[in-house]
Nanobody
Framework: QVQLVESGGGLVQAGGSLRLSCAAS????????MGWFRQAPGKEREFVAA????????YSAGSVKGRFTISRDNAKNTVNLQMSSLKPDDTAVYYC????????????????WGQGTQVTVSS
């Protein structure tokens, strides 16, 4: 069992930066790949970024590549999403999730989800 709690969301101007964090409980955190997804109002939830269990491999959606960086600290049971050059289109609720699958972009493969944190980017 893994419980996930996101933090770090807020209101930021376009071009600004935010750092989201996801704190995980449970001793098995390091055995899960971790992903970030987001859901904008009226839209489907979409994949943002993922990181393998040991942090050795990362994946990012094309829309955030070069602007968002995912990282993890298995000693602290945390995964972070550093977001820069934010755009109004990045406005969404951001969720972290845990999976033992290699299909990182498929939300159906994720076993555990956090409650989400709101990110709002003003123009």
């Amino acid at each position: 069992q893994v419980q996930l709690v996101e933090s770090g969301g807020g209101l930021v101007q376009a071009g600004g930066s935010l750092r989201l964090s996801c704190a995980a409980s449970g001793r098995t955190f390091s055995s899960y790949a971790m992903g970030w997804f987001r859901q904008a109002p009226g839209k489907e939830r979409e994949f943002v970024a993922a990181i393998s269990w040991n942090g050795g491999t990362t994946y990012s959606a094309g829309s955030v590549k070069g602007r968002f960086t995912i990282s993890r600290d298995n000693a602290k049971n945390t995964v972070n999403l550093q977001m820069s050059s934010l755009k109004p289109d990045d406005t969404a609720v951001y969720y972290c999730a845990a999976t033992r699958s290699y299909y990182y972009a498929d939300e159906q493969r994720y076993d555990y989800w956090g409650q989400g944190t709101q990110v709002t980017v003003s123009s």
